[in-house]
């Protein structure tokens, strides 16, 4: 049973920089959220994404773009890079409605470590 | 707008000891309530959640919380811990009508022998 794959699951790159993270959500899932955890902190709310929408957006600049594929996975990409980005960066897959419910259940990835310098 | 609270930073706990991590909440509309551990470089792991009827929710690994509307709480709790359960918990709480979770700061649970 395949849960949500990120790639990669390290990266280093320099203040300025573009980067782009990949996720893969569980099977079944058609929903694709991403977060920001900081050392320390809990999970902050990027953006969700389904059929390729985004969805909501969280406090974050426009400098976080995404983009969601037919196949349900999704990408995260971050522009300018400064030292603040520097934190894992999780995706978590869901079904937008489960039983006639709004999806309420995330599967989570490991997370991709973003370290900026 | 929504936001949790989670009381305790760190709780340490010897083995075998019962343990209760502690969560507030504010909402001004209709939530879902989850708690989640993540242990130590990996993603996080859902323990339990609730979404209607029953006020005591029992998850994964022996834990359980009771959701308590009036004192807008969720504390989870466990009565034997074991080392294994070392780890970082996260309280979350998610519109029902859709939209994102938003997470508590966290509580390490650091069980000792």
């Known amino acids: 049973d395949a849960g949500v794959t990120q790639s990669p699951t390290h990266l280093i790159k320099t203040r300025g920089q573009q980067v782009t993270l990949r996720c893969s959500p569980k099977?079944?899932?058609?929903?694709v959220s991403w977060y920001q955890q900081a050392l320390g902190q809990g999970p902050q709310f990027i953006f969700q994404?389904?059929?390729?929408?985004?969805?909501q957006r969280g406090n974050f600049p426009d400098r976080f773009s995404g983009h969601q594929f037919p196949n349900y996975s999704s990408e995260l990409n971050v522009n300018a890079l400064l030292l603040g980005d520097s934190a894992l960066y999780l995706c978590a897959s869901s079904l937008f409605r489960d039983r006639g419910r709004f999806g309420h259940g995330y599967t989570f990835g490991s997370g991709t470590r973003l370290t900026v310098v | 707008a929504q936001s949790v609270t989670q009381l305790d930073s760190q709780v340490p706990v010897f083995e075998e000891a019962p343990v209760e991590l502690r969560c507030n909440y504010s909402?001004?509309?209709?939530?879902?309530l989850f708690w989640y551990v993540q242990y130590p470089n990996q993603g996080l792991q859902l323990l339990l959640k609730?979404?209607?009827?029953?006020?005591l929710v029992k998850g994964i690994n022996g834990f359980e919380a009771e959701f308590n509307k009036s004192q807008t709480s969720f504390h989870l709790r466990k009565p034997s811990v074991h080392i294994s359960d070392t780890a970082e918990y996260f309280c979350?709480?998610?519109?029902?009508?859709?939209?994102?979770?938003?997470f508590g700061d966290g509580t390490t649970l650091t069980v000792k022998p």
């Open positions: 979350a709480v998610r519109n029902t009508n859709a939209g994102k979770s938003t």
């Open positions: 609730y979404l209607s009827g029953s006020t």
């Open positions: 909402s001004s509309v209709s939530v879902y």
């Open positions: 099977s079944g899932h058609d929903t």
């Open positions: 994404y389904y059929e390729e929408e985004e969805r």
